[in-house]
């Protein structure tokens, strides 16, 4: 065979690669035959995961993508024979299970009830597409099952509709058994040995975080673990470096100490990491645009040019520490607070920020709300009964759980460097935020550090409550501005 026969071998065996349809369209085709992404990853031989990452924008190849490319060809099929076949009395949509429809790009009432993408449960509203609960309390998830009552795993149905999430009953607490139940294991494994089981639940505490977010998210229909596609401004660039994402960490101090002695008493912000979790964060993958415009019902990243700060000498610029001129990659939050300082409620304190891209999708605020109000319950119940070994548990749960979701080999199911920068800059915010509230009650704000560090000079009892709620503060340290600088 000649090199002539062997090219014209090879071109008669080649294919074109199968049509997909958009990844939106194959999630709603799922959808809308009632197909979870297990039932579909089981048939293909994949992960559910890999199935989130097709319907989030990434695309198989190979055998697989042919494989995919059927399935999504038949689903297509089956949906227009249904819709041209009247419904049967017995098996027409109810409110209770009503039909999925593809996503939108509008910010609509829905004309009949859908899933919530967060909880599962019909929702009559949708945001960038997603159907969702405006009203965090409509938001619901099934209790628990106690570990006896736990049923035995079984093969998925092939055609079934998920069971609608009941709302639990008023009086039962929200603070889930799994919690409680790996404190006692502990114990009992270390015959009471608070040190040695306080040891062994923080070694655990990534993946009993997870499993805890599973199930908090019991009937929810947005895949945490599903890897969009992200853009390259969110890769590090190398083993040990960083992104080009911005995170506004504070580390200021005051120049000029009040002119009369005044003792400074250091704060410790309770749970800030905990108190983040409740922040805007992006359902799907992160779109490109560009100009001057922001969505209040997205959330991303932001590249801006920061407006200028003339109040250093009292409080900390809100981007932080950055020297460097010009352009910037910021978070959700970080924006939102420029905007913010920028209206006539702050004075306004800044000129509103540029916005010259962004990386954005459809964002919601409770996404992790479940998960954070059966963290903080369980925080607040071990301080009640002074259980230590609890409450480092718990703290670790969320601290590590914060900090392990970008690039981790600790945490290998959840990759979203995104959610981690907007979660961190979050907390930066809100201590950014207490430390205003304090200057404009009229005390000496002295230091703002990190995540949780509060420095005050006067009485901060009148803008502040003491105690170890979420909501409170603790006393860290007591000195004067002398003492410091020795």
């Not at 071109?11 to 958009?22: E, F, K, Q, S």
């Not at 709302?167 to 799994?178: E, I, K, L, M, V």
């Not at 759980?401 to 981790?408: L, Q, Y």
């Not at 901060?460 to 909501?471: D, L, M, S």
Request: proline letters at 12%; aromatic letters at 6%.
């Amino acid at each position: 065979m000649t090199d002539f026969d062997a090219i014209d071998a090879l071109l008669a065996n080649t294919r074109t690669p199968a049509h997909l349809p958009p990844a939106e369209q194959r999630r709603a085709l799922r959808q809308a035959l009632n197909l979870t992404r297990t039932q579909v990853a089981q048939t293909l031989g994949v992960s559910p995961s890999t199935i989130g990452g097709w319907e989030t924008g990434r695309d198989p190849s190979g055998e697989t993508r042919e494989k995919y490319a059927y399935f999504l060809t038949a689903a297509q099929e089956k949906l227009r024979t249904q819709n041209e076949t009247p419904a049967h009395p017995e098996t027409a949509p109810t409110p209770e299970h009503p039909t999925p429809t593809p996503p939108t790009n509008e910010d609509t009432p829905l004309p009949t009830p859908h899933p919530c993408v967060l909880c599962g449960a019909p929702a009559t509203d949708q945001v960038e597409g997603y159907p969702q609960h405006l009203n965090p309390e409509d938001c619901t998830h099934p209790t628990p099952p106690h570990p006896e009552q736990t049923p035995t795993p079984t093969a998925p149905p092939t055609h079934q509709q998920p069971p609608t999430p009941r709302r639990p009953p008023q009086n039962q607490p929200r603070t889930p058994d799994p919690i409680a139940r790996a404190v006692h294991e502990a114990l009992a494994a270390h015959h009471g040995d608070t040190q040695a089981a306080t040891a062994e639940l923080q070694r655990r505490a990534i993946p009993d975080a997870m499993a805890l977010l599973d199930t908090c998210r019991i009937g929810a229909r947005y895949d945490i673990v599903g890897h969009p596609p992200l853009p390259d401004i969110l890769r590090k660039k190398s083993a040990h470096g960083a992104d080009e994402v911005w995170e506004a960490r504070p580390h200021w101090t005051r120049l000029d100490p009040p002119p009369t002695p005044h003792e400074v008493t250091a704060l410790d912000i309770n749970g800030a990491y905990l108190s983040a979790l409740k922040t805007h964060l992006p359902l799907g993958a992160l779109e490109y645009s560009t100009g001057n415009v922001h969505s209040r019902r997205r959330a991303g990243i932001h590249l801006i040019t920061p407006p200028e700060w003339d109040h250093h000498p009292y409080l900390p610029n809100p981007l932080g520490n950055r020297e460097e001129p010009g352009p910037v990659w910021v978070t959700e939050p970080t924006l939102r607070l420029l905007q913010r300082l920028a209206t006539e409620q702050y004075g306004p304190l800044c000129d509103p920020p540029v916005i010259h891209e962004s990386f954005t999708s459809g964002a919601t605020e409770q996404l992790f709300e479940k998960f954070r109000q059966a963290l903080r319950d369980a925080r607040e119940k071990a301080i009640t009964e002074e259980d230590e070994v609890t409450l480092e548990y718990v703290k670790s749960m969320y601290s590590k759980f914060v900090s392990t979701m970008g690039e981790s080999n600790f945490n290998r199911a959840l990759y979203r460097p995104d959610w981690m920068h907007i979660i961190r800059s979050q907390a930066f915010v809100n201590l950014w935020l207490k430390a205003h509230k304090a200057h404009t009650a009229g005390l000496t704000v002295m230091r703002v550090m990190g995540t949780d560090e509060l420095h005050i000079a006067g009485n901060w009892r009148q803008v502040f409550t003491e105690g170890r709620g979420v909501t409170q503060v603790k006393i860290k340290d007591v000195y004067t501005p002398e003492t410091s600088r020795q």
